[in-house]
């Protein structure tokens, strides 16, 4: 009698601690929103990468025996959006925790220029790294007599639709060529329409700025015959002047069937972006997990873009905006800014 009563309170005992490492368990779970992209762009699945990296639920093995080298406690989980106008309007609206953006969106929007220009800034936007380099496509279908930007004139062209980066970034391209949105027949669909409308001939052409190769534009060449506009001469190098936040890039040759050439054009940095008003101890824990040898090993054996992305200098000195406070102190212990 005496031993069940022993063993009875035992059991009261592993019940209640039971009980308490579930509240404390539950109370360290944290949910982190990470935007990324539309799923047939580069960044939607570089993004669910990421936030794997990022990952490290409770129960997880330590990262010294294999496991989880993310920020304890924390499940990011990643969101297909629009894209960074998108992205940066969630992260301005306090919707998502962190999210992809190109370079030169996220520049104007800190600073309340270009697009945003009498919006308003985006005073909360901070960085916190800059990941790597995305390619303008504008991708023609052949038969439309489209050699150069100059012949979008009288097309049937997207830039992508009109919350998305391209978009922007194809009015920048009209405004550089000097051709005026009027001047063509001017649609605003998501890439993998703007792909489907092309093969089916009710487009001409159509922007996307990725990294190469574009899986929905690989698909498309397999089907239908296409050619890549050159983005050069002239015009793109008094662009490339105009704005410090372009790239000259060159699209290989061989990259897209019927491809044989490499064709030159225009780039953009990809940036993960974040809310001033997030915790520092956990920004930096998310820095320190997306600089982790173990998310450096992930990246590059699962995408053809992973390698691209290194901690060095430049993953600060090309952002344009303010640095998170939580990245900042990484990057200080790291050796990277003084």
């Known amino acids: 009698m005496q031993l069940m009563r022993r063993f009875a309170r035992a059991a009261a005992v592993v019940a209640v601690f039971m009980a308490f490492q579930g509240q404390a368990t539950a109370q360290e779970l944290r949910f982190f929103q990470l935007g990324t992209g539309p799923t047939g762009e580069t960044r939607f699945p570089v993004g669910g990468l990421i936030a794997n990296a990022l990952s490290n639920p409770p129960g997880s093995r330590e990262c010294e025996k294999g496991g989880s080298c993310g920020v304890p406690g924390l499940v990011a989980v990643a969101k297909s959006t629009g894209g960074s106008v998108a992205n940066v309007e969630a992260i301005g ?85 000097g051709i005026g949105e009027k001047q063509m027949k001017l649609s605003f669909l998501k890439p993998g329409a703007a792909a489907d409308a092309l093969a089916a001939g009710e487009l001409d052409a159509f922007l996307m700025v990725d990294a190469f190769p574009v899986p929905v534009i690989a698909d498309l060449a397999r089907k239908t015959a296409i050619n890549l506009v050159p983005l050069d001469g002239p015009e793109a190098a008094k662009m490339l002047e105009r704005f410090p936040f372009l790239l000259q890039s060159q699209i290989d040759g061989g990259t897209y069937d019927g491809m044989a050439d490499p064709v030159k054009s225009l780039g953009v940095g990809v940036a993960l972006v974040t809310g001033a008003e997030q915790d520092e101890k956990l920004i930096y824990g998310v820095t320190r997990a997306l600089w982790h040898p173990s998310t450096q090993k992930l990246l590059t054996q699962n995408s053809p873009h992973g390698a691209k992305i290194n901690l060095d200098a430049q993953t600060i000195e090309k952002m344009g905006i303010q640095i998170h406070g939580g990245a900042s102190a990484f990057y200080f212990d790291a050796g990277l800014v003084r």
């Not at 800034?121 to 038969?143: C, D, F, Q, W």
């Not at 100059?150 to 980066?165: P, Q």
Request: proline share 1%.
């Open 93 to 177: 609206q306090k919707r998502l925790d962190a999210a992809l953006v190109h370079a030169d969106i996220a520049y104007w929007a800190y600073h309340g220029t270009g697009i945003y220009k009498g919006k308003g800034a985006v005073s909360n936007l901070r960085g916190i790294a800059m990941l790597y380099p995305e390619t303008l496509h504008l991708v023609a279908r052949k038969g439309a007599k489209i050699a150069s930007v100059k012949d979008l004139r009288g097309k049937k062209v997207s830039f992508g639709d009109k919350d998305s980066g391209s978009l922007v970034h194809g009015r920048l391209l009209l405004e550089g060529y």
